[in-house]
């Protein structure tokens, strides 16, 4: 699976951005996908994800309200659009997607990563 983003940029405070993310290669068995981001120097944190299953989402607490994730699944893309933005925001966004594979010996999961695009949020 390789996975493509793209849409970070530099915005002002208050603005909005959507990011996307395209999915490439056996994506039929992809299961879940999301959102991570990362400060130079600080732990990735998950921002959203989304079941390929029902679509469930969810969301971290300081994002919630603001961000909102989906996927298109008939493009192999997904999206976060974000909305009243803060300096806060900003860090360099990955797309996740997790692979699930049933062998013999059990479920066997795969993590994939985008190379991250750069979200400015000036104040």
């Known amino acids: 699976v390789q996975l493509v983003e793209?849409?970070?940029?530099?915005?002002?405070?208050?603005?909005?951005?959507?990011?996307?993310?395209?999915?490439?290669?056996?994506?039929?068995?992809?299961d879940a996908m999301g959102w991570y981001r990362q400060v130079h120097g600080?732990?990735?944190?998950?921002?959203?994800?989304?079941?390929s299953g029902d679509g469930s989402t969810?969301?971290?607490?300081s994002v919630q309200g603001r961000f909102t994730i989906s996927r298109d699944k008939?493009?192999?893309?997904?999206?976060?659009?974000?909305?009243?933005?803060k300096p806060e925001d900003t860090a360099v966004y990955y797309c996740y997607a997790r692979r699930t594979i049933v062998t013999m010996m059990g479920p066997e999961e795969y993590d994939y990563w985008g190379q991250g695009t750069?979200?400015?949020v000036s104040s």
């Open 6 to 30: 793209s849409g970070g940029g530099l915005v002002q405070a208050g603005g909005s951005l959507r990011l996307s993310c395209a999915a490439s290669g056996n994506t039929f068995t992809i």
């Open 42 to 51: 600080n732990q990735r944190e998950l921002v959203a994800g989304i079941t």
């Open 58 to 61: 969810n969301y971290a607490d």
């Open 74 to 85: 008939a493009k192999n893309t997904m999206y976060l659009q974000m909305n009243s933005l």
């Open 118 to 120: 750069q979200v400015t």
